[in-house]
C-alpha cells in the first residue's frame, strides 16, 4: 500500500497539470458514480489527506454546491498524467490494462492547452460535497505532510497523544493506524521501528518517546515527498541501499551483520486486508519490549 509520501507527490503533480483547467470529458468508471456529468467543471485543487486524494471541482453556474473526487491508491493504484505513469516505489508504473482505469478525465487551460489524466487500480472513487469531506477523511488522524505541521503545534500534539494512547498495543501497529496518525505504511514502519531500535511488536508504553517517533517519521514523510525512490538510510550506502530492513529478509543488517528477520503484525481493526508484514533486525532491534520469543513477530496477530 502506497506511503503518505507517495501519495502527496502524485497529488502534487496532479494539481500542477490539473488546477484552473475546466473538465471537457471525464468519465467515472465506477458503479455508483457511472452517470456523473462533470463537463465544465473547474479542477480548483488536488490536495492529500494521508493516503487519500481529494480532487476538489466547482461548478461551470452558480447553484450546485463543489464537488470533491475522492479516491485512494489502495494496494496497486497509479495516475498517468498525459501519458506519463507518476512512478512511485511502492507500486508497479508499467503499463496497465485498460479495463483497469477508474477515472479518465481530460481538461482545457485557459490559454487552450490540454491535460489527461488517468487513474487506473484506484479504489473508493465517489463524488461528494466538499463541504462534507469530513465523512469520508475526518476520522484520520493527523497527516504528517499537512502543510500546516510546522505552524500549527496542535497537529504534532494531537499525534503524539493518540500514538501513546494505547500504552499496551504494539507500536508497529499503532503507527500504521491511520485513525492514530495518518501517512505512515507498511515500509515505514519498518524502518522507523529500526531507526528508532525498537522491535515492532514492542508495547508502546515500552517503545522510547512517542514524540520522537512522531517527528521522525515527520521528517522522513518530508525528505522523501518528492523522491521517486524513497531513501530512509540518508542516500550514503550505494546502490539498493535506499531501506535499512524493509524487504531485506535474509540479508545481512547495514548496521550489526546479523540477518534480517521478517515476521508479521496485524489486527484486524486496521483497514486494508493484505499481509501485514514487517522486516527487522533481531539484534539492533531487541530492547526493551522486545517479545521472549524474537527473532520472529510471525503468528503474532490479534
Ligand atoms: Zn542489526
Known sequence: MPEGDTVARQCRILDEALAGTVLTTCELRVPREATADLVGWRVAEV???????????????????????????????????????????????????????????????????????????????????????????????????????????????????????????????????????????????????????????APVAEAGDPAEFVDLAHRLLVLNRDREVRVTTGGMLGRDGDLWVYGRGGKQCRRCRSRIQRGELAEPRLEGTESRVLWFCPRCQAGPGCPPSAPTARGRRR
Not at 508499467?94 to 491535460?115: F, N, S
Not at 473508493?124 to 488522524?141: F, I, K, N, S, Y
Not at 505541521?149 to 500504521?176: C, F, K, S
Open 47 to 201: 490536495r492529500p489527506r494521508g493516503k487519500h486524494l481529494l480532487m476538489r471541482l466547482v461548478p461551470p453556474v452558480a447553484g450546485p454546491p463543489p464537488l470533491t473526487l475522492h479516491s485512494h491508491l489502495m494496494m496497486d493504484g497509479i495516475w498517468h498524467v498525459d501519458g506519463r505513469a507518476l512512478r512511485s516505489s511502492d507500486t508497479s508504473s508499467g503499463p496497465r490494462l485498460a479495463d483497469t482505469i477508474r477515472v479518465d478525465l481530460t481538461a482545457r487551460h485557459e490559454d487552450g492547452r490540454q491535460a489527461r489524466a488517468v487513474a487506473y487500480d484506484v479504489k473508493q472513487v465517489r463524488l461528494l460535497r466538499t463541504a462534507d469531506e469530513d465523512e469520508l477523511v475526518g476520522h484520520l488522524g493527523p497527516d504528517l505532510l499537512d502543510p500546516a505541521w510546522d505552524e500549527d503545534p496542535a497537529l504534532r500534539d494531537t499525534a503524539i497523544a493518540n500514538l501513546a494512547a494505547e500504552p499496551q498495543r504494539p507500536i508497529g501497529l499503532a503507527m500504521l493506524d491511520q485513525h492514530v496518525l495518518s501517512g505512515i505504511g507498511n515500509i515505514y514502519r519498518s524502518e522507523l521501528c529500526f531507526l528508532r531500535r525498537v522491535h515492532p511488536a
